[in-house]
């Protein structure tokens, strides 16, 4: 049973009009499967609320179905079009279906575009933060320890978790589009002392020190604990953003991790008793050489022609620091006639890229900064690809599955050479 307070119940009888009452039931049906007892209150969600994925692109072209239907329908549950009010806390979006700067590249049509520009005056009028990535933290949005939110995207959720302590699950469209029009999401999961609590030590026996390495850790945890909440020691290198969002990226893929500890750096884990409160691990897992070896060859499982025609950079998007990287990377360098390179970050990120002069430095090398979107979102790789080079545990998991090439991974330098060489030849060092 779900005790509602009086602002919940009075939004629950539509005395704030029809949508947040559509909203609060909706939330309310999904604070009941889960057994939660209460909401707690937000004031910080993030959500892909759009309309640009391809899916409901599809959809919407299928059904002739204007943005308030579709929002109505699959964020409020509601098969009646309803007049969408302003969001009652900060809400921002998160990554869309498609660069609208860029669309001849994504063989996309002034249709689709149309459909990014409806959106973009339709969270303006709602006063949505059009964020447009998959990093909110990475522009401006880093809620601090101990901060309810209502996020969704797997590798935002895991980063604000655990890096900055403040406390979400990973939602959905649905309850991330309720809880812009309430401010309310129920109190489970990571919201609660109890389950932000260690499950499984994670003893390191190897240093893990570039963004490669810990995108292997990460994604040899997320395999061995799959929704659990690993604590590591044995850090000797205190990691920096880019490699924790690596790290994170590729826990919650596969696995589901939304939650981890890393002893003396996260801020829930000053010790070990700490990052487990109480808890008695359930087992104590070593990560050595042959770990990250199987790691490695779990990752790399799809590549297997070494001519590579497309390197895709920036799952989870880029950092303004990892883009100067790989421009010192490219320097004077052109990209192989028969490869293509792809960097995905976010729009205002590529906005200061553009005017340090990284951009220019990218095109000039014949790559291309693009934003808003990636390939396995935005469905969409240079014509033609086949083998994909790409530095993310997380990316090399999805794009193979849902794009059909194959994914070597491996250091950024290494992506780099190959869009360069236009051959794959790393290897674990
Ligand atoms: Fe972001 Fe796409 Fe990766 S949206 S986390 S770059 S799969």
């Not at 964020?131 to 995207?153: D, F, I, Q, R, S």
Request: glycine share 10%; net charge negative.
């Amino acid at each position: 049973m779900v005790r509602l307070a009086d602002d919940e119940l009075a939004m629950l009888d539509g005395t704030e009009g029809p949508a947040r009452q559509k909203a609060m039931e909706l939330l309310l049906r999904y604070a009941e499967a889960l057994g939660a007892e209460r909401f707690v209150a937000t004031r910080n969600v993030c959500g892909t609320m759009g309309m640009t994925m391809p899916f409901l692109r599809d959809y919407a072209a299928k059904h002739g179905s204007g943005i308030e239907a579709l929002f109505s329908e699959f964020c409020l549950d509601s098969a009646q079009a309803l007049d969408i009010p302003k969001v009652k806390i900060y809400s921002c979006h998160l990554q869309q279906g498609l660069d609208p700067e860029r669309p001849a590249q994504q063989y996309l049509g002034p249709e689709a575009v149309k459909v990014y520009r409806d959106g973009e005056v339709f969270f303006s009028r709602l006063g949505v933060n059009l964020l447009n990535t998959c990093a909110p933290y990475l522009v401006g949005n880093v809620p601090v320890k101990g901060e309810h939110c209502a996020w969704m995207e797997s590798s935002a959720v895991i980063y604000i978790n655990s890096v900055l302590g403040a406390r979400t699950n990973a939602e959905g469209r649905e309850s991330a589009g309720a809880a812009m029009l309430t401010g309310k999401i129920p109190y489970w999961g990571y919201h609660i002392d109890e389950d932000r609590r260690g499950t499984h030590l994670i003893e390191l026996d190897v240093d893990v020190t570039d963004t490669a390495d810990w995108g292997l850790l990460g994604y040899w945890i997320g395999e061995a604990v799959q929704e659990s909440v690993p604590v590591l020691t044995g850090v000797r290198q205190v990691p920096n953003l880019a490699r924790l969002k690596h790290f994170g990226a590729a826990a919650s893929s596969s696995g589901g991790v939304e939650m981890y500890h890393i002893v003396g750096i996260t801020p829930e884990a000053r010790s070990v008793e700490e990052a487990f409160a109480g808890n008695t691990p359930r087992a104590t897992l070593r990560y050595g050489a042959a770990e990250r070896q199987l790691a490695y060859e779990r990752v790399n499982t799809t590549g297997r022609d070494r001519a590579v025609d497309y390197v895709m950079l920036g799952c989870p998007h880029y950092s303004s620091e990892q883009i100067w990287e790989v421009c010192q990377l490219l320097e004077g360098q052109r990209i192989h006639q028969n490869c293509s390179l792809w960097i995905f970050t976010a729009r205002a990120i590529k906005q200061l890229a553009d005017r340090n002069g990284f951009t220019k430095s990218i095109e000039d090398a014949g790559g291309f900064l693009m934003t808003d979107t990636c390939s396995s979102v935005g469905r969409v790789v240079p014509r033609g690809a086949k083998v994909a080079a790409v530095d993310s545990a997380k990316q090399a998991h999805y794009l193979p599955a849902i794009m059909g090439v194959q994914a070597w991974f491996g250091t950024t330098a290494e992506c780099v050479q190959a869009a360069i060489t236009g051959r794959w030849q790393g290897a674990l060092r």
